[in-house]
């Protein structure tokens, strides 16, 4: 089927088989959601146009946070004021990413190197993630994680709506500094820190088209200090706002979208993020984050270096 806006003659089937894998791998892994959807874009689906596939690629990365973000506030797992000064730094470096990407890196051959930079950092965090300390410690919040999510379903099912107020995020000093409590702790931070992250993280995604939670993760688990069961709330909040003004500003800077295309894409990744969690019972995550870190590392060395060891050795790597 041809898609005139994208450029590009590609079969619906395939569309629609990637993206579920898309879906599927984002919403078991949590990460590379944005660099599979450009891997598909660019080396799959052959397209050529940098300042279409940056939006599309995040166009993809907002179906999670779309049905995700409700969610997790329903169960007061969502930091607010933190999500709130993300997303203000990240408008404002979505805005600025998007424009210096579609003024700088507007051809093919300046941005893959980048987007291969970016593939190349993802990899490297898998690497890690598969190294025996780091699967212990993903365990340890993996099993605290679902004995909170247990708790929840628990006191919705028995109708103690106010029990679960009071062990979900709750305020007891907003403005630029800010205390809440969470599971009887208490955390405090400061909001100038997010917005400054919100900001850097929202140039680097809006510029390459990813979504900008590989980085938001560990900013907010790491430096914040933020347990992981209100991470992953608050971060999908801010990615919301960042992508949807980062796609904004690309189609108003003179960005297409093929709408056809992404009608298919859209589709598989509904389908790949309802598939992960109901397959994840049945595939180890060790075993996809090996798969998922060969390939992207793979992918990361031939879009960095492919034209330079294709021009050493005559072999094209990707």
Do not use: C
């Not at 005139?4 to 959601?33: D, M, N, R």
């Not at 919301?240 to 108003?252: E, R």
């Amino acid at each position: 089927m041809e898609f005139s806006v994208a450029g590009v003659t590609v079969s619906p089937i395939l569309l629609i088989l990637w993206s579920i894998f898309v879906g599927y791998i984002f919403s078991t892994i949590g990460a590379a959601g944005g660099i599979l959807a450009g891997v598909g874009h660019i080396t799959i689906f052959g397209m050529k146009k940098a300042n279409m596939i940056k939006p599309m690629n995040q166009m993809l990365t907002l179906v999670s946070p779309v049905i995700a973000a409700p969610l997790y506030f329903r169960e007061r797992r969502l930091v607010i004021p933190a999500a709130v000064a993300l997303g203000l730094g990240g408008i404002l470096g979505a805005l600025l990413g998007s424009y210096l990407s579609h003024t700088y890196l507007q051809d093919m051959k300046s941005y893959k190197p980048l987007f291969g930079a970016i593939t190349m950092f993802i990899a490297f965090r898998l690497w890690y993630e598969l190294t025996p300390s780091a699967r212990e410690k993903q365990q340890t919040v993996k099993k605290a994680n679902q004995s909170f999510e247990k708790k929840v379903k628990e006191l919705k099912a028995e109708g103690k709506l106010n029990e679960l107020k009071e062990i979900g995020v709750n305020f007891s000093q907003t403005g630029i500094n800010n205390t809440f409590t969470f599971s009887g702790e208490t955390f405090k931070y400061n909001a100038i820190s997010p917005f400054i992250a919100g900001l850097i993280v929202a140039i680097i995604s809006a510029a390459l088209g990813v979504g900008g939670g590989f980085l938001l993760v560990p900013y907010l688990s790491s430096m914040l200090g933020f347990p992981m069961f209100i991470v992953a709330g608050t971060s999908v909040l801010s990615i919301l706002v960042s992508s949807a003004t980062s796609i904004g500003n690309y189609i108003k800077m003179g960005s297409s979208l093929d709408w056809a295309m992404l009608s298919f894409e859209l589709g598989g990744v509904i389908i790949g993020s309802y598939l992960g969690p109901v397959l994840s019972k049945y595939i180890k995550a060790i075993y996809l984050k090996t798969f998922l870190a060969v390939v992207l590392t793979y992918i990361g060395i031939g879009y960095m270096f492919g034209g330079a060891i294709t021009a050493a050795t005559g072999i094209k790597i990707i």
